[in-house]
Structures are given as structure tokens and as C-alpha cells.
């Protein structure tokens, strides 16, 4: 990430998504928690007895926000003009599909801020870097390869971005994706995936990358992008 965006990540509260960054997902770990979901009740049923994914995981984990303003908006908006207005340029018909913008694209066309850009444009590259975030991480769709723009008016005010219940909102999508999955036929799952995998190597320390030493703080914050995919498996 570019240091001059780094500001404004952290202050509407998406920098501890961010310091994640990659992980590899642990399907077999993952299909494992699937398999033992319960709509009923919204918990894993487990040998231990039932465990679920709470906010204060979601807090703890992501460094989301819990409180506040219900993420929720309309889709009755002319997509091209928002694009333009909030990001400075239209994405091309091939790039679109339906409501979503192709993730690539996003990433090709924000991944180099030019050298001088004034306050206004900085901010279109904030607001790019964030959108890709809640595509990439916290609301994906089961192919990977699009985000839906309903998210982007949630974009333009800056400062009332981070008065947004992101958390409640990305738990309770993983909730209904997990839902969804659990059901007879279900071959893939959607939502925020690395949340699930993380809040079991935290919960359950099945398949966790072993870091040597006891972990006095949440697993997420000892990882750096790529740091987990040499280390030892627990």
C-alpha cells in the first residue's frame, strides 16, 4: 500500500483488515467447520459441545467497528456516474458484470497512485483501496472475480465511513453464507472466509501456522501478508 494512503485506512477503521493481507485458505479446515454448522442455532456443533463466531472475535480479529450505523443503502443509482464521481473514472462495459466491477480491473487501475495528486484524487485512491478490501476480504462472492458497487456510496462522506457497523454486517453475511453452505448440494461458500479460518486458529488451534512461541495476542496480528505460508502447521 502506499504510505500516503495509509492515513486514511487507519482512520475509517479498515487498517486492521489490511495488515492481514494474504492468507492461504485451509479448504479442508474450512469445508471441516461447514460440515458442522447448524442453522438452526448459528453455532458449530462440535465434540466440545457448540461454538459460534461472535462480534467481539469480529472486533478482535479485524479491528471492525460494531457500533454504529447499519451498513445498508440503495442500488437504484446510475453506477457509471457514481463510479466517475467518487472514483474519478468509469470502469469499461467489458469489466462489468451486472452491478459488480471486476476485481482486476480495480487493482490494475488503482495500483500506482501517480507521484503528486492533490487531496480530492488521493482520496478517489483511498476510497479504490477500500472497496477492494470489502470485495477481496469481508463480502466476497464465491468466484472472487467481482465487487459489487452497493458498497461504493457507503464511500463517498470519508468521514462517515467508519461511523458504519462494517463488523455486524460482515458477520452476519458470513453467517447466511455459512447457512447457505451447509445445505445439501452446496459446493462453495461466499463472505469473509479468512474470518472463519482465522477465528478457528484462534479458537481451536487446529492447523495453525506454528510461531514458535506463545501467543499473547490474537493470531491475526502476527501475520504480515504472506508470513504464514512457510511456517509449520500445530
Known amino acids: 500500500m ?16 489490511y495488515r492481514i493481507g494474504h492468507i492461504t485458505l485451509d479448504w479442508g479446515l474450512i469445508t471441516s467447520l461447514v460440515e458442522r454448522w447448524r442453522p438452526e442455532t448459528h453455532t458449530f456443533h462440535l465434540p466440545v459441545g457448540e461454538m459460534t463466531i461472535t462480534l467481539q472475535d469480529v472486533v478482535v480479529i479485524l479491528g471492525l467497528c460494531i457500533h454504529g450505523l447499519p451498513v445498508t443503502g440503495t442500488c437504484d443509482i446510475d453506477w457509471s456516474l ?14 462489468i458484470r451486472g452491478s459488480a466491477i471486476s476485481t482486476r480491473w480495480l487493482c490494475h487501475h488503482f495500483s500506482h497512485p501517480p507521484v503528486d495528486l492533490d487531496d480530492a484524487t488521493l482520496e478517489r485512491y483511498a476510497r479504490a483501496f477500500i472497496l477492494g478490501l470489502i470485495g477481496s476480504t469481508l463480502f466476497t462472492n464465491k468466484k472472487g472475480t467481482h465487487i459489487h458497487r452497493c458498497y461504493l456510496p457507503l464511500l463517498r462522506d470519508l468521514t462517515r465511513t467508519s461511523m ?21 448440494g452446496a459446493t462453495n461458500i461466499a463472505g469473509c472466509v479468512t474470518l472463519l479460518q482465522l477465528w478457528s486458529w484462534e479458537r481451536l488451534h487446529v492447523g495453525r501456522p506454528h510461531f514458535g512461541q506463545l501467543l499473547a495476542l490474537p493470531v491475526a496480528q502476527h501475520l504480515e501478508h504472506d508470513a504464514t505460508d512457510d511456517l509449520p502447521v500445530e
Open 82 to 95: 457514481l463510479c466517475y464521481e467518487l472514483l474519478g473514472v468509469t470502469p469499461p462495459t467489458y469489466e
Open 2 to 17: 502506499d504510505s500516503r494512503l495509509r492515513p486514511y485506512i487507519i482512520r475509517f477503521g479498515f487498517y486492521g483488515v
Open 164 to 184: 458504519y457497523s462494517w463488523g455486524s454486517a460482515v458477520l452476519a453475511r458470513l453467517y447466511r453464507e455459512l447457512c447457505r453452505a451447509s445445505l445439501y
